[in-house]
């Protein structure tokens, strides 16, 4: 039985007043949901360490938004793997569209970011979709597949062992639209069931969370397919009581 996780993406919002208000109004509610749930809030690298000390104590675990696939060096304005552990961060979102989108990150680069985070303790959460001109062409499970083999082909099978991916259908992220539930359990077994053909038993661990206009209304019955192991939230992970109704249908 894979418990569920709930990952807020806070993307490029938030201020250090702004998190600390959120996080105080979240904290105790999702207090009564340890053991059962899991929750992970990812801030933009510059509140980080703020956003660690803040959940300490708490049920909620800290992730950062991505990273550099290098361990150190000459690389001006990036932030390492091994950076992100040391500021206490404990899940990592890799290869999100509006990366993959905006600013031209490779399903290859992807890969050696999810192999960094893995040699350095992260637990990785490997974001793939397609566009709504793929779906309309009939070619989902192709963008899909080859987003999540570019990663198991580098990193091989054992690197997926606790990992997590987001399916995150470009066309339904901040559109107000998020798929059906069937739609998106149709994409989520195709995606364990590719990972079982190389083994049954990692894939049946995979937490694979479903992203895109997930909010308080529509959170349940997402969580209700049988491969729909979570969310990865963006907009309404903002507001506290949006975000704490999808912790909790998460939770029961
Ligand atoms: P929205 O929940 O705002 O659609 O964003 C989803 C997302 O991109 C999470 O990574």
Redesign the pocket.
């Known amino acids: 039985m894979r418990r569920k996780l709930v990952v807020a ?1 806070w993307k490029m919002h938030g201020s250090r007043a702004r998190n600390r208000q959120l996080l105080d109004a979240v904290k105790p509610p999702l207090q009564s949901l340890a053991g059962r749930v899991d929750i992970a809030v990812c801030p933009a690298h510059l509140h980080l360490g703020e956003t660690v000390a803040a959940l300490a104590g708490s049920n909620i675990r800290p992730g950062a938004q991505n990273l550099y696939g290098l361990a150190e060096g000459a690389m001006t304005g990036e932030t390492s793997a091994s950076m992100l552990v040391d500021c206490g961060a404990e899940f990592v979102i890799l290869g ?1 569209s509006e990366r993959r989108g905006h600013l031209g990150e490779t399903d290859a680069e992807v890969a050696d970011k999810f192999a960094a985070a893995r040699e350095s303790g992260l637990i990785p959460i490997l974001c793939v979709g397609e566009t709504r001109a793929e779906r309309d062409a009939g070619e989902t499970e192709a963008v899909v597949s080859r987003q999540l083999d570019a990663v198991t082909e580098k990193t091989g099978m054992e690197a997926m062992r606790g990992a997590v991916i987001a399916y ?1 259908p470009v066309w ?3 559109s107000g639209t998020p798929a059906t539930p069937e739609q998106a359990q149709a994409v989520h077994a195709m995606l364990r069931e590719r990972l079982a053909r190389r083994s049954e038993e990692i894939a049946g661990g995979v937490r694979i969370l479903y ?4 909010n308080a209304a529509n959170a349940a019955e997402l969580f209700a397919q049988p491969d729909i192991d979570g969310g ?5 992970s903002l507001k506290a009581e949006e975000f704490i109704t999808i912790c909790t249908s998460a939770g029961s």
């Open positions: 993406n999100h995150e339904a992220i901040g992203g895109g206009s997930m990865l939230v963006g907009g309404a």
